[in-house]
């Protein structure tokens, strides 16, 4: 289990009503930056200290791998210097009972903080400012919950995690990109109708992908009412309507294999071997059968395809870490 | 490739504009009907003439098999003695370009046609009230095509299928249901989201879902993110929003198996043995790694998930024809 320790700075108020962390996924000069990176290796059941005004108030538990995602509307003027594209790492958060400023910890924690990348100050507690996402130590996580949480009630946070079900967060954000696209005056109601089925994978977008795809090029299945019309570049990351009507940003996939590619826990090189990530588990990729399937070369993608396969491999599929 | 041809009666308008056939699961005295039971004999890509007042004019492909859904709410007032719950069966349909009266063919027609369950009078040409779904052979399917569409413009039917898109049927009944909720003033916000996301598989449903199921039965899958919370009963067939949040109303399934689950292409006996339906292709199951696994034994149910597992083997299941 990992622990970690994020600096909201202005976007404490969305991340903690929306149950999130969100990232760009580079510095504005596009360079990598730890803090980024890190959201890609929270993984579920790691916990977070949530700092913002200068206060740990809420503890959260990672309930999935981030996805890359654009940046939430929500945050309006914030960042305007971000890329629209970052990491969007789903969170449940809990009240602290008794919230904490580390400040006034600082003479038990300041030796237990990291030498590199600390949130705060060891020396005055001053939160940093480009810092946002940084691993802790379990010495830091403790020293802080036992401040902040004397009875131990978060030991009972089984119960908590289930309730916070932060899972939806991907639907969420498609949620809010379809209600804009409803209420878009210049989409005439059959774009609108296209544009809303494609993001399930049906309608116009199905029907353009058939002309290109047949069958789940991992498992061969060919059964229609069993496969998946998948997007390859997301549909909440897709920059335009033809992207996401693209028969060419699309592999028909089983269920299963979606699934894994959605998460992006496989992905396709450009000659036809399929990727697994690292962060796949060796047994989950037994379980579903497909340890096997999974050596095939699944043959070779249209340029058209390849474009957005590119994408797919930067920003969806989870890679090791920088 | 099967032939079929509908008497709509009252429900003409209806179904020709949804995409679909609906029909009651059994008579209102609760016997068995051939009418009836042929929607689950219907296959994607067979073909269904619809016949409505006194003509066919339309010509469907059905995209997928049945599923078990609730008479659709646009009928009203027509059928209050039918049954709730009946079959949908997914049909994209094409117009005619000479819309046919069969009455006019009857010299024709009359010796080809069925001698039990014809769907008209192969004397008088009249429909019979009583039939629905009928089956017919190749040699009526083709006479009347020769009279319907002199120029066979039918052939190029494969851009027309795709073009249809029907397959979106229960996705379009469960948005019904969920507007109806959202409209609902006796249910609270909470209760409307936990209704939502239930249909889902998300939030306080998959919570209850959680304290009783820990893992897909039939693969052994145990990471979260890769599984599915599956409703036993259809969230669209619940009759209660107690039966759409009930935990024991739910398995975790790996995305595949939830695919196959949903379908009524498998189901489970009460003592924990898994039933494929002789409507599921071997070579998909093989496809999809799953033959050795449908021999497992998945352990025991609770009698709460007997009783809803008792419903999906009765209404959701693809069993042998009758």
Not at 148 to 173: C, H, K, Q, Y
Request: charged share 25%.
């Amino acid at each position: 289990m990992g622990y970690w320790w994020v600096n909201h700075n202005k976007t404490f108020t969305q991340e903690i009503e929306g149950a999130y962390l969100w990232s760009p996924k580079r510095e504005s000069n596009n360079s990598r930056s730890q803090f980024y990176e890190n959201m890609r290796l929270a993984s579920p059941n790691d916990v977070v200290f949530s700092f913002g005004r200068s206060t740990i108030s809420y503890v959260g538990i990672v309930s999935e791998y981030a996805i890359s995602a654009p940046k939430p509307t929500e945050f309006g003027a914030i960042g305007t210097n971000w890329g629209p594209e970052g990491w969007l790492l789903p969170v449940g958060w809990w009240p602290m009972p008794s919230p904490v400023r580390p400040k006034t910890l600082i003479p038990k924690l300041g030796a237990l903080l990291p030498t590199k990348y600390s949130p705060i100050d060891p020396a005055t507690g001053n939160g940093h400012q480009k810092a946002y996402l940084t691993e802790i130590s379990q010495a830091v996580f403790s020293t802080i919950m036992r401040s902040g949480d004397p009875l131990g009630t978060w030991s009972n946070r089984e119960e908590f995690r289930t309730e916070a079900d932060p899972s939806m967060i991907g639907d969420r954000v498609d949620d809010t990109i379809e209600e804009a696209i409803i209420a878009d005056d210049s989409l005439s109601a059959t774009e609108k109708k296209q544009l809303v089925d494609a993001r399930r994978g049906q309608g116009r977008f199905r029907m353009n992908l058939r002309r290109i795809e047949r069958r789940c090029r991992v498992t061969g299945l060919e059964n229609q009412t069993l496969l998946i019309a998948s997007h390859i570049k997301p549909w909440r990351s897709c920059a335009s309507s033809s992207e996401r009507l693209d028969g060419s940003n699309g592999l028909l996939l089983a269920a299963h294999v979606d699934r894994l590619f959605d998460r992006g826990l496989i992905t396709f090189s450009a000659d036809g071997k399929i990727i697994v990530s690292p962060r796949a588990k060796r047994d989950d990729l037994h379980n579903l059968g497909l340890s096997e399937a999974l050596n095939r070369d699944v043959g070779a993608f249209t340029p058209l395809q390849q474009k957005y396969l590119e994408y797919h491999r930067a920003e969806v599929f989870l890679e090791e870490d920088a």
